[in-house]
Nanobody, 128 residues
């Protein structure tokens, strides 16, 4: 099956920056829209960012727009989430996801149920 693996999480202080990475295998990565979602304890999973096949179109939640940036490297089957000026509200498990049905060529989805493959998640903890 398609496998997604996140890396780059950890403990950081408020105001710091970090970059999450997601490496994909087992599928035509170039034809997958990719997304990042997160889930804090006791909260529902929420959309963070998404990116279309070629990386030219991106979407962000209002809470991260201007602070986070999603990008992809199709040659290396990877997608990234650059997180800048993090706050305690960014503390969550972050999940990488792929839309495996050749959709999202131009408009990557914000909806979790439209993604077909998920990584196991990686913890990001921001201390004040």
């Amino acid at each position: 099956q398609v496998k997604l693996e996140e890396s780059g999480g950890g403990f950081v202080q408020a105001g710091a920056s970090l970059r999450l990475s997601c490496t994909a295998s087992g599928g035509p990565f170039t034809n997958y829209a990719m997304g990042w979602f997160r889930q804090a304890p006791g909260k529902e999973r929420e959309f963070v960012a998404s990116i279309n096949w070629g990386g030219s179109n991106t979407r962000y939640s209002g809470s991260v727009k201007g602070r986070f940036a999603i990008s992809r490297d199709n040659e290396n089957f990877a997608v990234y989430l650059q997180m800048n000026n993090v706050t305690s509200e960014d503390t969550a498990v972050y999940y990488c996801a792929a839309d495996g049905y050749m959709s999202g060529q131009y408009s990557p989805s914000r909806q979790a149920d439209e993604y077909d493959y998920w990584g196991q998640g990686i913890q990001v903890t921001v201390s004040s």
